[in-house]
């Protein structure tokens, strides 16, 4: 959405195309537990449940700017080859 670096500001409507950003997985891990109480008056009907949700912690490494020099070229597919069977 914005690239900022000093007096650069480049701005997107809403991203920015061909940024990027590199980041590195620092592992997997669990949040905290939260606790779900249901309950109705009058009925004695409770129940206590937990949750605690799976997360992958990154870290930023780059944000790379959009035809800056360390980006890394597109990929182009290669051609196909026709191979016969009389060996030419």
Same mark, same amino acid.
């Given at each position: 959405?914005? !690239?900022?670096? %000093?007096?650069?500001?480049?701005? %997107?409507? #809403?991203? !920015?195309?061909?940024?990027? =950003?590199?980041?590195? /997985? *620092?592992?997997?891990?669990?949040?905290? $537990? !939260?606790? =779900?109480? $249901?309950?109705?008056?009058?009925?004695?009907?409770?129940?206590?449940?937990?949750?605690? *949700?799976?997360?992958? +912690?990154? /870290? !930023?490494? $780059? =944000? =790379?700017? #959009?035809?800056?020099? %360390?980006?890394? #070229? $597109?990929?182009? +597919?290669?051609?196909?080859?026709?191979?016969?069977?009389?060996?030419?």
């Amino acid at each position: 959405m914005l !690239i900022a670096d %000093g007096d650069n500001i480049i701005t %997107g409507k #809403p991203l !920015i195309d061909g940024a990027k =950003v590199l980041a590195t /997985s *620092q592992g997997e891990g669990r949040g905290e $537990k !939260i606790v =779900v109480f $249901k309950y109705k008056p009058k009925t004695r009907y409770r129940k206590k449940t937990g949750h605690r *949700q799976h997360y992958t +912690r990154l /870290s !930023i490494d $780059k =944000v =790379v700017i #959009p035809g800056a020099a %360390g980006e890394k #070229p $597109k990929r182009t +597919r290669r051609k196909k080859t026709e191979v016969t069977t009389d060996g030419t």
